[in-house]
């Protein structure tokens, strides 16, 4: 990308994710890096054009003729969401990433960078999880709409690379967290929805807090800020069309059990944690490896986890009003 002008359209921009990713590119220009000044950066939420829809999806390239696209937008969920609605996650990512993708092609965007998940691979696997791993078996019940949606993704930048010779990627983040996160009760992932539902309990004085589950569960989390700085890298310097793990180390998987009593500290809740058993699991694990990134980017430095969390905890006290509650 060095040296052009380069217009970068994020689908996707009003989330979690896009947001972080707002957050960083704001920084570099007030820093005025070189990379600041060749770039201009539009980030869009669904307000902007419903990318469901083929010619809201083609009346926001026409308006913006990205030169590359980083794509986010999604219908995104934690584990009861996925488990309720399915099909809904099935069908409403298929229309988004084939509207997005077509778009991109028509629009002779020199590279998209779209979005899998670690949440994806097969339930009956060998650990860790990597790269060529994808499609190799059923995902976990629970998701199998949002996972097979997502494993399109990557047929469709292997369509369009060796029918086109387009550079369309992908990268595999595991579980992220962080501000302008989703906290709404029955949508979130678990994260937002701990600090969420701790705030209510600590206003409200009860002396225990349920964790759904058995809290046995294992997962790695990124924060948001820190895959921000990964998608930037990637736009900048991957030119693969294989997809990328974007994931902190195998080592620093943690159950949620650990989860909830990082969060607690965070917040100052001095009530016990409870588990309540008669809610689902979901997958047990889906340990990821980032061999790849750590041979391509060896000094990246993620956010320690605790201090990940106790940011998060003071963003959600501060935006409670304003954030998606
Ligand atoms: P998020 O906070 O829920 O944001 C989703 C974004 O998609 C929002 O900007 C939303 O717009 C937009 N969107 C949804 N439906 C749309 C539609 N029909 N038309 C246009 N835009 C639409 O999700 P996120 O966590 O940032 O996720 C970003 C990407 O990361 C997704 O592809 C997701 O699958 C992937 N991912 C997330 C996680 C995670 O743990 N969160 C883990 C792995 C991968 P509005 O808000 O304006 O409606
Ligand atoms: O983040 P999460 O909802 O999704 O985490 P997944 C679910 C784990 O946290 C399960 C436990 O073990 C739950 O039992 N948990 C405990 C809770 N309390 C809560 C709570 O209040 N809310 C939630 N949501 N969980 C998702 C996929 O799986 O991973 C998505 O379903 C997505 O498709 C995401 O891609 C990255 O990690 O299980």
């Given at each position: 990308m060095s040296g052009e002008k380069s217009v970068i359209l994020v689908t996707g921009g009003s989330g979690l994710v896009g947001q972080a990713i707002k957050t960083v590119v704001d920084n570099e220009k007030r820093q005025a890096t070189e990379n600041s000044k060749n770039e201009i950066w539009i980030f869009?939420?669904?307000?902007?054009?419903?990318?469901?829809?083929?010619?809201?999806?083609?009346?926001?390239?026409?308006?913006?003729?990205?030169?590359?696209?980083?794509?986010?937008?999604?219908?995104?969920?934690?584990?009861?969401?996925?488990?309720?609605?399915?099909?809904?996650?099935?069908?409403?990512?298929?229309?988004?990433?084939?509207?997005?993708?077509?778009?991109?092609?028509?629009y002779k965007v020199k590279k998209v960078v779209s979005c899998l998940s670690t949440c994806i691979f097969p339930d009956k696997t060998s650990y860790p999880i990597d790269e060529t791993m994808v499609h190799n078996g059923p995902p976990h019940d629970s998701n199998y709409g949002y996972s097979y949606a997502k494993r399109m993704i990557d047929v469709l930048n292997r369509g369009y690379h060796l029918q086109h010779g387009c550079t369309f990627t992908s990268v595999i983040p595991c579980n992220v967290f962080g501000p302008h996160d989703n906290f709404r009760l029955e949508t979130s992932h678990v994260i937002p929805a701990l600090i969420r539902r701790m705030d209510d309990v600590m206003q409200n004085g009860e002396p225990t807090f349920s964790v759904m589950g058995t809290g046995k569960p294992?997962?790695?989390?990124?924060?948001?800020?820190?895959?921000?700085?990964?998608?930037?890298?990637?736009?900048?310097?991957?030119?693969?069309?294989?997809?990328?793990?974007?994931?902190?180390?195998?080592?620093?998987?943690?159950?949620?059990?650990?989860?909830?009593?990082?969060?607690?500290?965070?917040?100052?809740?001095?009530?016990?944690?409870?588990?309540?058993?008669?809610?689902?699991?979901?997958?047990?694990?889906?340990?990821?490896?980032?061999?790849?990134?750590?041979?391509?980017?060896?000094?990246?430095?993620?956010?320690?986890?605790?201090?990940?969390?106790?940011?998060?905890?003071?963003?959600?006290k501060q935006n409670r009003e304003s954030a998606r509650t």
């Open positions: 869009c939420g669904s307000k902007d054009g419903d990318l469901r829809d083929k010619s809201a999806t083609e009346a926001l390239f026409e308006k913006y003729k990205p030169t590359h696209v980083i794509h986010l937008a999604a219908m995104v969920g934690g584990l009861f969401h996925n488990m309720a609605h399915n099909l809904d996650f099935f069908r409403e990512n298929m229309a988004i990433n084939d509207n997005v993708l077509h778009a991109s092609f028509r294992r997962r790695q989390f990124i924060y948001s800020l820190d895959l921000a700085k990964l998608f930037l890298w990637v736009l900048r310097n991957y030119e693969n069309v294989e997809p990328i793990m974007l994931s902190v180390d195998e080592d620093d998987e943690l159950p949620i059990s650990a989860v909830a009593e990082t969060i607690k500290q965070a917040h100052g809740y001095t009530g016990d944690i409870v588990y309540d058993t008669s809610k689902a699991d979901g997958q047990y694990k889906k340990t990821a490896s980032n061999k790849k990134l750590r041979s391509l980017y060896k000094d990246f430095k993620f956010t320690p986890f605790q201090v990940a969390i106790t940011e998060t905890v003071a963003w959600f």
